[in-house]
């Protein structure tokens, strides 16, 4: 069986080794320069910076079990399950696990021994594969010509955006904190520390917008937000900044792991809760049911 998977963030990633690992020939088309998605990591003053997903939480159990080989091999460990909560107390919550290499190391480590193809943009879903796995927020998916069935569920995703800005500044002035999300706060949700997530002390943080700064220019942005966070942590020094837009970065929760007419499929983290283990699951699930199909219809012909 041939199947053609588009995009090669971690629910790509992952559809694609459930399928390779049974026996599937399966190509993935990604067109970007590098996999990976949203676990986006910057190299910028010597070291990667996350700029996309801040962390990873990993509850269900097989999930569970890819974080725990990851962190056996030394690319992931568990970070922190307290963040600040501004204003108000801090809030514990699950175990959060980051990088130390930058998660998008993840998404290369399951790319490894996989046929996945960068630049390579695909305008119309691929008619001679089997099947065709579109990992991607539903919006980028309809820009395909997708199937009246799956296009339906695409359209009913909700998407916020949000902009990153990555703040380096001359020296760790700050108290000390892992993570922070602000409420009712006009630009800014949340600030991680880049230094601390990533285990090397680096005078970094990451700031991301609200949906409601995301409208202007990350270049605008950028300062808006650095000055968010000085005023927040009370950072009289001027930072660098960097800063990009994700236009789907937040998802709203939905019921189904995928949605599928039997040939066409799309998955990612828009079918649970808005995490990277909800697009690996996603991915995963959908590899599966693509499998099983493939073998009812082969009992099916015999």
């Known amino acids: 069986m041939d199947v053609v998977v588009i995009g090669a963030g971690i629910a790509g990633l992952a559809c694609a080794r459930e399928l390779a690992a049974r026996g599937a020939r399966v190509r993935v088309l990604e067109r970007g320069r590098r996999v990976g998605g949203r676990l986006a990591s910057k190299h910028l003053n010597g070291r990667y910076v996350d700029i ?145 997530r990533r285990g090397d002390g680096a005078a970094v943080l990451v700031a991301h917008s609200t949906a409601a700064l995301a409208g202007a220019d990350p270049e605008a942005a950028g300062p808006v937000l650095a000055a968010a966070v000085g005023e927040l942590f009370g950072i009289a020094e001027q930072p660098s900044i960097h800063a990009l837009r994700w236009s789907h970065a937040q998802p709203a929760a939905t019921g189904e792991p995928f949605a599928s007419d039997g040939r066409v499929w799309l998955a990612g983290d828009a079918f649970g809760r808005p995490r990277v283990q909800t697009a690996w699951l996603s991915g995963r699930a959908a590899g599966a049911a693509i499998l099983q199909r493939a073998a009812i219809l082969q009992r099916t012909v015999r």
């Open 52 to 196: 996309g997903a801040a962390y990873f939480v990993a509850d269900d159990p097989a999930f569970a079990a890819l974080a725990e080989q990851w962190r056996s091999r030394g690319l992931a460990r568990p970070w922190t399950d307290t963040f600040a909560v501004h204003p108000g107390s801090p809030a514990r919550g699950p175990m959060r696990w980051a990088a130390p290499g930058g998660l998008r190391s993840l998404a290369e480590d399951l790319a490894c021994g996989l046929d996945v193809r960068v630049d390579r943009e695909v305008f119309a879903i691929p008619r001679q594969a089997d099947a065709v796995v579109c990992a991607m927020p539903g919006p980028q998916a309809l820009r395909l010509g997708l199937p009246a069935a799956v296009a339906d569920v695409a359209r009913r995703q909700e998407w916020q955006p949000a902009i990153a800005a990555v703040l380096t500044y001359p020296e760790r002035v700050w108290a000390d904190f892992h993570g922070a999300f602000v409420n009712d706060h006009p630009v800014l949700a949340s600030v991680c520390d880049d230094g601390d």
